[in-house]
């Protein structure tokens, strides 16, 4: 994944390897941050996006064809160079396309979802599963130091409607989705609140 990203002389190899602590200090340097904090191409937001795109890879290859679609969401949003996995399996198909061996995406690409597949019941669970992990973020934001365990997971379902045990479901599907934990949120403002010389960031890509 060599490239060069925005603002920086650092290629993609070079950020995936950084510690978080590493990143958010070097993210702190670019100008643009200072200007547009909500930076999906920030290199502390595309540092999420690497770690995600590999996840993203072992999903697409257990057999969820969502998995190609949101690497090449992930990369054009971050303006990352799609990995070799993702643009292999592009390729192949589109090539399927334009020599007319196919004329359906979803016989090159694969069937976005399961048959069967009940859109409306599965856009309202979307809605709260990213509902509830924008609660607990919240509670997190104001108090970081609050553990992450069984009660609280039960408050931040209690806004939404929905019990502790599927409160945390929820925000596992979530972190599995974007790749960005709650555990690592709270670490970052921990470290903020501390003082460990660590600015204060925002972070898009949860």
């Not at 599965?122 to 599963?129: I, T």
Request: aromatic share 8%; net charge positive.
């Amino acid at each position: 994944m060599k490239g060069i990203l925005k603002g920086m002389r650092m290629d993609q190899d070079e950020l995936a390897k950084k510690t978080l602590t590493e990143v958010i200090r070097s993210n702190a340097k670019q100008p643009s941050n200072k200007d547009n904090p909500s930076n999906p191409t920030s290199l502390l937001d595309q540092w999420y996006a690497l770690k995600l795109l590999d996840k993203l890879q072992s999903q697409y290859e257990k057999g969820d064809n969502l998995g190609l679609m949101r690497a090449v969401q992930v990369c054009a949003r971050h303006r990352l160079i799609m990995p070799q996995w993702a643009a292999q399996q592009l390729i192949h198909g589109i090539d399927k396309i334009l020599s007319f061996e196919s004329k359906d995406w979803n016989d090159v690409l694969g069937s976005p979802f399961p048959k069967n597949t009940q859109l409306a019941a599965n856009k309202k669970k979307e809605f709260m599963k990213f509902a509830v992990f924008q609660e607990a973020k919240n509670m997190l934001e104001n108090d970081p130091t609050q553990p992450i365990d069984s009660g609280f997971y039960e408050k931040a379902g209690e806004k939404i409607g929905i019990g502790k045990t599927l409160s945390e479901e929820y925000c596992h599907d979530v972190e599995v989705i974007t790749g960005g934990t709650l555990s690592q949120y709270k670490k970052i403002l921990l470290a903020i609140a501390r003082g460990n010389d660590l600015p204060k960031i925002t972070i898009t890509f949860y």
